[in-house]
């Protein structure tokens, strides 16, 4: 009786991981979506610095000023927005989902592209938005 | 007792109607009520940390002193704060196995999604406040 439950518990198939499957647009989007969420979560510290900074005084905010001028500030500035707008975009994609739309093959993809097309246009835009408004003031 | 057993539930486990994991689809449902709230609050707060970039601290601090804006970036926190802990939660149960790492990882998600929040709206209030 036992040989005979272990051996199954031992054949027993598993379910397939990631490696199995052959990469879809729709399978790394869902991937990116955690990705982002969890860079915004560790992102967050950088709003906190930002806030406290400004209530702390003109000494401490100038720290932050100087920081988010480097290259490397403007690279976690520009990529922190676009994991939020990202993630703002799929989310809202999964909320089509949640009541009941776009699960058909070619409204799977084309959300998937539009997420993808949507997040880093409206990332550009928003930093051309803003050198311009920085310029004019 | 002849019928086919259709439903291996408890009489009572449908009554409660919680499911497996005994607290129903309030998490579902908070991460998506959050999501919802998240959609307008971050473009608002998108814009203001763009807009907000170049000015001097003396500009920073009025505007962000202002109470619609302080009022935007409270609701936004509380929405984010909340709404990052379910998500967390989530990545924590998915990938941590062992029991205990797992209840210390959920533990310090919870402290860091309080400490942020509570952080970022005193630091608002006291913008507003100009304490």
Same mark, same amino acid.
């Given at each position: 009786? +036992?040989?005979?439950?272990?051996?199954?518990?031992?054949?027993?198939?598993?379910?397939?991981?990631?490696?199995?499957?052959?990469?879809?647009?729709?399978?790394?989007?869902?991937?990116?979506?955690?990705? +982002?969420?969890?860079? &915004?979560?560790?992102?967050?510290?950088?709003?906190?610095?930002?806030?406290?900074?400004?209530?702390? /005084?003109?000494?401490?905010?100038?720290?932050?000023?100087?920081?988010?001028?480097?290259?490397? /500030?403007?690279?976690? &500035?520009?990529?922190?927005?676009?994991?939020?707008?990202?993630?703002?975009?799929?989310?809202?994609?999964?909320?089509?989902?949640?009541? /009941?739309?776009?699960?058909?093959?070619? $409204?799977? $993809?084309?959300?998937?592209?539009? +997420? &993808?097309?949507?997040?880093?246009?409206?990332?550009?835009? &928003?930093?051309?938005?803003?050198?311009? +408004?920085?310029?004019?003031? | 007792?002849?019928?086919?057993?259709?439903?291996?539930?408890?009489?009572?486990?449908?009554?409660?109607?919680?499911?497996?994991?005994?607290?129903?689809?309030?998490?579902?449902?908070?991460?998506?009520?959050?999501?919802?709230?998240?959609?307008?609050?971050? *473009?608002?707060?998108?814009?203001?940390?763009?807009?907000?970039?170049?000015?001097?601290?003396?500009?920073?601090?009025? *505007?962000?002193?202002?109470?619609?804006?302080?009022?935007?970036?409270?609701?936004?926190?509380?929405?984010?704060?909340?709404?990052?802990?379910?998500?967390?939660? =989530?990545? =924590?149960?998915?990938? =941590?196995?062992?029991?205990?790492?797992?209840?210390?990882?959920?533990?310090?998600?919870?402290?860091?999604?309080?400490?942020?929040?509570?952080?970022?709206?005193?630091?608002?209030?006291?913008?507003?406040?100009?304490?």
């Amino acid at each position: 009786m +036992t040989d005979i439950n272990s051996s199954r518990v031992k054949h027993r198939p598993l379910s397939p991981h990631l490696q199995i499957y052959k990469p879809m647009l729709t399978m790394m989007m869902s991937i990116v979506h955690r990705i +982002t969420g969890g860079a &915004l979560y560790f992102g967050t510290l950088l709003l906190v610095w930002w806030l406290t900074a400004a209530a702390a /005084g003109p000494n401490a905010y100038a720290d932050v000023q100087w920081f988010m001028q480097t290259l490397l /500030g403007r690279l976690i &500035l520009f990529g922190y927005t676009w994991a939020l707008i990202h993630h703002m975009l799929g989310g809202i994609r999964h909320l089509i989902w949640d009541v /009941g739309y776009g699960f058909g093959p070619n $409204e799977r $993809e084309w959300l998937t592209v539009a +997420t &993808l097309v949507g997040s880093v246009g409206l990332t550009v835009l &928003l930093w051309l938005f803003g050198y311009l +408004t920085m310029g004019v003031r | 007792m002849s019928e086919p057993q259709e439903n291996l539930r408890t009489p009572l486990a449908r009554v409660r109607h919680l499911g497996a994991a005994h607290s129903g689809t309030r998490h579902f449902w908070h991460q998506r009520l959050t999501s919802v709230a998240l959609v307008p609050l971050s *473009i608002a707060v998108i814009f203001l940390i763009v807009s907000l970039l170049g000015r001097n601290h003396a500009a920073v601090v009025q *505007i962000l002193g202002s109470s619609p804006v302080a009022i935007t970036m409270l609701l936004f926190i509380l929405a984010a704060v909340y709404h990052m802990w379910l998500g967390m939660q =989530v990545i =924590v149960e998915d990938y =941590v196995h062992d029991e205990l790492i797992k209840l210390v990882t959920l533990m310090a998600n919870t402290f860091f999604c309080v400490a942020v929040g509570m952080t970022a709206s005193f630091a608002i209030l006291k913008l507003s406040f100009g304490l």
